[in-house]
């Protein structure tokens, strides 16, 4: 392998050598005066140059076509495509696009992704879903960036309808979400059963609709000392359209091949013959197909100008995926993903004010229907009604998630060139649970078969007053930044209706005292379990309506120590209402040790604060054990239970980041290899479940959120690329890769016994979240009217532990451990399209993911976590995607 990636790398070097154009030229003003320290950068690459002390500037190009944008605060930027020049002369007019250079990772309004210290991804957006079927952020994200890791969930309650997605296999709620550089708002989600990211809460990547984006910045670095809170991994900035005069959209369908890989006995659930009806509940059998999981996707973005140099961009956006279903085990019919139906849009807005001041407005709604299939009621049990469900039922649960976002603010330059920006930015996740197609047993005949189980609520506002200028005299160059924010936040537990949640006696009334009975089923003799099958909806004495604020005080510089030496220095401070404070650093640099290769590096302290989800979330539910429900409660951090368990008070996680890579930049080609470590301590967890029966409080067991980890990880990322122009046509070729190891170094369970705190089967989830590696190589030729895109992804091999360890007698034992690995292979998908340019307004694009229709190895389906024949791993288990598109633009 690594002699072949090395003839790979020399082969592209040599190709990368041979092609190149080299431009020059003066950037000024309408006065023509020179503009000091204009952006300029060669759209889709990592490739620019800012302007020096006489507004002059050399730039050597992929090709004499290559199209650049110039960018200046207070001034309008401006895209140009070359013609074969080598000299170019640029007049800039002043407008509102101040501070749009400003990339992640950096303050200064002179720093470009090319020539930041740290490794920035930048993807644009509507080149990747132009040539992808992919529907969501996460998926699109999944394939293009290096350590992006995201997958569908299937049986993990609401982790089924808002996928948890990883930064270098770190927590979902370990990376940082901005959009247009502004701090967005996590989900109200925690997630709790089998899922990557399980006792985290994440941001909804996927409440953002893709049209709406103009590019997406991935900070792959620790950045607590920039942004605070979260930024262990990376940080991840949205940064929305700002065109006008143009509407452009899109018109996708696709849909899933149900011919699963495997070796499945006779009558397995759905397979042919025995496929589920997802239209009818009580497990009913349904018609087989061949295609499932069929989805559209309608997207429009419009923009027009406002006044003199202000605009407007909207985004439209709704989404219809209809469910899949793989084989499983008899008691989970429904293993496969959930149906959504959903509705977004999003604005992106500026206004010039004064000279040099403009008010700016971003935000959106997005609305989402979605509908999940729970584990299976066979009969004979207690937990089904025959009279309703003859043949048993598999319950569905379905929610409604509504995300809801404003941020407004003011930009300005005074005239001693200070950039001020004050901003204040408000969201809001509200997920709200209906269970269908399902019963309260202790109701017996007159159960109604749907509930509304109550919900949960987050929401923050931050409000922010930033301060930057470019000392251009000072050393080679300096820039210092400064500011403060205040954030609150929210979280609310809100209650279903008493038949969700409650136990009934034989009189149909809730049992509210000692003496009342729950009725006896007449087929096990067992009680009648009370709550909504599938989940049990929140009661009053689960509701939370809790909150807490903080202030940050931060300063950051970066000083061009000389033409080739950057050093950046970074330091935030953080009070919270609830835990205390933190103080934070962050020390990086780059050394251009020729025009075309530069190294970098940096080491940074970091933080997460407990969020108020892990520390007042609370619900009893049914929780399903190889198949066998059993009934627990996850304790709120504030209960009496818990701390009679011993955990105590949750705490921040600290993280200690450091890195080291280099960029190199050679004609058509760009390489950047950057190494990382991250060690973090007290990182909170969900324990597993600890015997509860002895406390009379209804429930077999008990679980909590705790600061029970240390864990170190290290790793690499590679993004190769490589592009070369024939006349009107394009070549391309990239390839990226992620090599990663996690180690848990401590388990901080005091007192408790340590398998059940965090035992093996524990840790291998974690694991897998974290998987070894990751590698895609992307081959793309592109000519006037049509274009080919090749994909080939390999994912690493992982290993977990099936629910069979509880089977033996000493779960923990090496004998046990052995027995019970389940090992995924590392596998190869393919994913192939074709685009044909209809005219000037249409192109079509056709393709499919995953062509070959490669599965996951396959599993024991009575042992994996979601009761079908694969866990959730990385590579999906739906198998082949094949889709069209026709994109539009007027």
């Known amino acids: 392998m690594k002699k072949e990636l090395l003839i790979f790398l020399a082969c592209l070097l040599t190709l990368a050598l041979q092609a190149q154009h080299t431009l020059s030229g003066v950037v000024t003003d309408e006065d023509k005066q020179p503009l000091i320290g204009v952006n300029i950068a060669e759209i889709g690459t990592l490739n620019g140059t800012v302007t020096d002390y006489e507004g002059k500037y050399t730039l050597t190009v992929k090709t004499s076509t290559a199209a650049l944008y110039f960018s200046y605060t207070g001034f309008i930027t401006q895209e140009v495509k070359l013609t074969g020049q080598t000299e170019l002369d640029i007049t800039m007019a002043e407008g509102v696009d101040l501070g749009e250079i400003q990339v992640v990772g950096s303050r200064s309004y002179r720093r470009s992704s090319t020539d930041t210290p740290v490794a920035i991804d930048v993807i644009d957006i509507s080149e990747v879903t132009a040539n992808n079927g992919q529907v969501e952020i996460n998926q699109i994200l999944q394939y293009a960036a290096p350590s992006f890791n995201a997958g569908k969930q299937s049986g993990s309650d609401g982790a089924d309808h808002i996928d948890p997605a990883t930064l270098r296999g770190l927590g979902p709620d370990q990376t940082l979400v901005l959009i247009n550089g502004k701090r967005r708002h996590q989900s109200s989600l925690v997630n709790i059963f089998g899922t990557r990211g399980r006792g985290n809460s994440g941001t909804d990547l996927n409440a953002i609709p893709t049209s709406a984006i103009k590019r997406i910045e991935v900070l792959r670095d620790g950045a607590s ?30 849909a899933y091949n149900t011919s699963a890989e495997g070796d499945f006995p006779a009558g397995t659930p759905n397979t042919d013959g025995n496929r589920l009806d997802t239209d009818k509940d009580g497990n009913q059998i349904g018609d087989d197909k061949s295609l499932d999981g069929g989805s559209v996707k309608l997207a429009a973005n419009y923009g027009f100008g406002i006044g003199k140099g202000g605009f407007a961009n909207i985004t439209t956006e709704y989404v219809s995926k209809n469910k899949t279903l793989r084989p499983s085990a008899t008691f989970r019919r429904g293993f496969g993903e959930a149906a959504i139906d959903g509705f977004g849009i999003f604005v992106n807005a500026g206004v010039p004010i004064a000279d040099k001041t ?17 584990f299976t009621r066979n009969n004979p049990t207690a937990r089904n009604v025959i009279s309703i469900y003859p043949d048993g039922f598999t319950p569905r649960i379905t929610s409604i998630i509504n995300d809801n ?17 004050i901003n204040n930015t408000y969201g809001v996740n509200d997920f709200h649970y209906y269970i269908k197609g399902t019963l309260n047993a202790s109701l017996e005949e007159a159960s109604p078969t749907d509930f509304d189980a109550g919900g949960h609520r ?38 279903g209706e008493a038949g969700s949640y409650g136990t009934f006696d034989e009189n149909g009334l809730l049992i509210t005292r000692g003496d009342q009975n729950a009725p006896i089923d007449p087929e096990t003799g067992d009680p009648r379990p009370g709550g909504s099958q599938g989940f049990p909806g929140y009661s009053p004495a689960n509701e939370v309506d809790r909150s807490r604020s903080n202030i940050a005080l931060y300063a950051d510089a970066e000083f061009e120590l000389s033409d080739p030496f950057l050093v950046s220095l970074a330091g935030r401070y953080e009070s919270y209402s609830d835990f205390g404070n933190t103080l934070n650093y962050k020390l990086a640099a780059r050394y251009e040790i020729s025009q075309d290769f530069a190294l970098r590096g940096s080491v940074s302290s970091g933080f ?21 429900p059993v009934e627990s409660l996850l304790a709120p951090n504030n209960s009496p239970v818990t701390a009679g368990f011993g955990i ?24 950047t290899v950057d190494g990382y470590y991250i060690k973090i301590d007290d990182r909170i ?35 190769l690329s490589w592009r070369r122009y024939i006349g009107d046509n394009k070549i391309t070729a990239a390839l990226m890769g992620n090599i990663n190891s996690m180690k848990v170094k ?87 399209s074709v685009g044909v340019k209809l005219s000037d307004q249409f192109k079509l694009t056709v393709g499919a993911n995953n062509l070959l229709n490669v599965y996951p190895t396959q599993q024991d389906s009575d042992w994996t976590e979601g009761g079908g024949y694969w866990d959730t791993v990385q590579m999906g288990f739906s198998g082949a995607y094949y889709f069209a598109r026709l994109g539009f633009q007027f």
């Open 225 to 254: 000392a920039q942004y605070g809170s979260d930024a262990i991994a990376g940080v991840i900035n949205i940064v929305l359209n700002d065109k006008v005069g143009e509407l452009n959209g899109s018109v996708t369908y696709g």
């Open 358 to 374: 403009e008010f700016y407005l971003f935000g959106g709604s997005n609305y989402r229907d979605t509908d999940a299939f729970a």
């Open 405 to 421: 976002s404003v941020s407004a603010g003011i930009r300005t330059s005074t005239k001693d060139d200070w950039n001020i920006d």
């Open 458 to 495: 987050l929401s923050q506002n931050t409000s922010s007053l930033g301060f930057t200028k470019y000392f251009e005299t000072f050393l080679n160059g300096t820039n210092v930044a400064f500011g403060l924010e205040y954030r609150k936040e929210n979280f609310e537990i809100f209650s």
């Open 608 to 628: 997460r604060a407990p969020s108020l989800v892990q520390i007042f979330y609370n619900l009893k539910f049914t929780n399903f054990i190889g198949g066998v």
């Open 648 to 671: 105590d008070k949750l705490k921040e996680e600290e993280a200690t980041n450091a890195s080291l890579g280099f960029v190199l930049n050679a004609g058509d080609f760009t390489a």
């Open 685 to 719: 967890v969900l324990t597993g479940n600890f015997d509860a029966s002895a406390l009379n409080i209804g429930v077999s067991d008990a679980q909590f959120f705790a600061n029970g980890l240390d864990t170190e990880t290290t790793g690499l990322d590679v993004v």
């Open 746 to 832: 401590n388990v901080k369970s005091g007192n408790l016994d340590k398998g059940t705190f965090f035992g093996p089967r524990d840790e291998y989830f974690l694991l897998a979240s974290a998987p070894n590696n990751k590698f895609r190589l992307n081959l793309g030729y592109e000519a006037p009217n049509w274009n080919v895109n090749l994909s080939v992804t390999r994912f690493s091999e992982v290993e977990l532990l099936g629910f069979e360890v509880f089977e033996f007698e000493d779960p923990f034992a090496t004998e046990t451990i052995n027995a019970a690995r389940d090992t995924y292979e590392a596998k190869i998908i393919t994913d192939v």
